[in-house]
């Protein structure tokens, strides 16, 4: 086994955690490489995932907004619209996007290796290239950032053209007239939603009550409200029988309740497996997981100790950002400058129609741990003039706190605009920033943010009246009214 080369760090996978592992290894002084099957980099974010669902998300508003002003715009969407149009800027912005992150790694002195990689000890990588030579290379520590894929349940066959995936949801040709989606996590909303919003007959099922069963249900049920507006059907507590596809046009779903669903298409969003497959971690005595993740400590290290492992491959919560950070405390920790904290204030961030977000703990999380008498502000954004004018129906901001109305313990929000809006709430829980802070500064106008101050308000008002209520304040009330008379 001839060693073509040696690294301190070698990166396996190229997405948002890879880059931010090898970006910070880097820095420390490190030789690092990346090696990436694809042939740019980005990784699934970028070409399967964020990118390509967020650029229809984009086109899905533009026509929205252009249906909601019909009286200025003369708009009517083609009866045969092809995906591809609406997706006609996802080429420019894929090729600056990865043009941008391959001069990034390359200015910064990273090695990249397009092929396949699998580690045949704790110190030595094997990357195959597309024509099948095999290369060694030597390295100190190493770096498990391989990402995840749709999982495909064995009851439906996923065919990409007729059934589809997450990954292949995005090739039809043409808008179906309808579809059908099958779960109710982020995925199966943010699609579910955005295809219902261009006109498609949308209906959506799983086995829970709600879609998003971990956001807090008043969110969910106003997503639910927005989603049967524009046409969309949410089928809870059920499963399937049985899905095919009829050979000539339609997907036939029978649910276990007999009721059938027709549909051009369908769309099976049901969790996702990591990509963890010819790796070699057998080899490695690393047992995986539940969907094939890698078990890792609070240092992302593996049961090997120079092998570390993060992002989507982990598990969740799967997301870009987590994924980053994951990197960067992964080499921090091999470098020896362990971190006290874990991650555990991470901002949720979901890209349906409209936008969900959460940051710190949900309302039964904080009665749990505060008892029942916590104050909860709420803001609609029917309230706040820039709602008014950018259209936002049935928007909320619900901010909870402990029963002294000052600490705030997490912020929820529902509302175009919602994934920026949640850091607001976000620096002030890391802050230690109590509720007045929303009170006491001045936010421009008209402006989303000042859903904060009216919650704030809210909840300033909660605490009085309940001041008020008590005894020996109803008496003191009392004695002032009667010197007053």
């Not at 995986?288 to 919560?317: E, F, K, M, S």
């Not at 971190?339 to 409209?354: D, K, L, R, S």
Request: one cysteine or more; hydrophobic letters at 40%; charged letters at 25%.
């Amino acid at each position: 086994m001839n060693i073509e080369e040696e690294f301190d760090l070698i990166v396996i996978g190229s997405g948002p955690g890879g880059q931010k592992a090898a970006v910070q290894a880097v820095n420390a002084g490190l030789k690092v490489a990346i090696v990436e099957r694809e042939k740019k980099i980005g990784g699934t974010c970028v070409f399967h995932g964020t990118i390509p669902s967020k650029t229809l998300r984009e086109a899905a508003l533009t026509i929205s907004t252009l249906k909601r002003n019909a009286d200025v715009f003369d708009f009517k969407l083609k009866d045969d619209m092809e995906v591809s149009t609406l997706m006609k800027r996802l080429d420019s912005v894929l090729a600056s996007y990865t043009d941008f992150i391959g001069e990034y790694i390359r200015e910064n002195g990273i090695y990249h290796y397009h092929g396949r990689a699998k580690i045949v000890d704790k110190n030595t990588v094997q990357i195959s290239n597309i024509k099948g030579g095999k290369a060694y290379y030597k390295t100190n520590f190493i770096v498990i950032a391989t990402g995840s894929r749709p999982r495909t349940p064995d009851s439906i066959d996923v065919d990409h053209e007729n059934i589809l995936d997450s990954d292949s949801i995005l090739s039809m040709i043409y808008l179906p007239r309808s579809l059908t989606v099958v779960g109710g996590g982020v995925i199966a909303a943010e699609y579910a939603s955005i295809f219902s919003l261009l006109g498609v007959k949308v209906t959506m099922f799983d086995r829970t009550p709600r879609p998003l069963m971990f956001m807090d249900p008043e969110l969910t049920n106003k997503f639910l409200d927005n989603f049967s507006r524009n046409g969309g059907t949410y089928i809870p507590n059920t499963r399937h029988k049985e899905i095919k596809w009829n050979g000539v046009s339609q997907v036939r779903t029978i649910l276990e309740s007999g009721e059938e669903i027709v549909s051009d298409k369908m769309l099976v969003a049901q969790g996702r497996v990591a990509n963890t497959e010819n790796l070699g971690l057998d080899k490695l005595n690393i047992e995986l997981g539940r969907n094939n993740t890698i078990p890792v400590n609070d240092h992302y290290q593996t049961v090997v100790p120079n092998i570390y492992a993060i992002g989507d491959v982990i598990g969740p919560p799967s997301l870009a950002s987590v994924s980053m950070e994951q990197g960067r405390r992964a080499i921090s920790n091999a470098l020896g400058q362990k971190f006290e904290n874990a991650i555990n204030m991470v901002p949720i961030g979901i890209y349906a129609v409209p936008e969900l977000a959460s940051i710190g703990l949900s309302e039964e999380q904080a009665r749990k741990e505060y008892g029942n008498d916590i104050i909860i502000g709420r803001a609609t954004f029917e309230e706040v003039a820039r709602g008014q004018i950018a259209g936002i129906q049935d928007g909320m901001l619900k901010m909870i706190s402990d029963p002294d109305g000052k600490k705030i313990l997490g912020v929820h929000i529902i509302a175009e605009g919602a994934t920026d809006l949640i850091h607001a709430g976000e620096l002030a829980i890391l802050n230690g920033n109590e509720v007045s802070v929303f009170l006491e500064n001045i936010m421009n106008f008209p402006t989303l943010g000042e859903a904060y101050r009216i919650a704030g308000l809210n909840i300033m008002k909660k605490k009085n009246d309940r001041a008020a209520k008590k005894p020996e304040n109803r008496i003191q009330n009392l004695i002032s009214e009667a010197e007053l008379n």
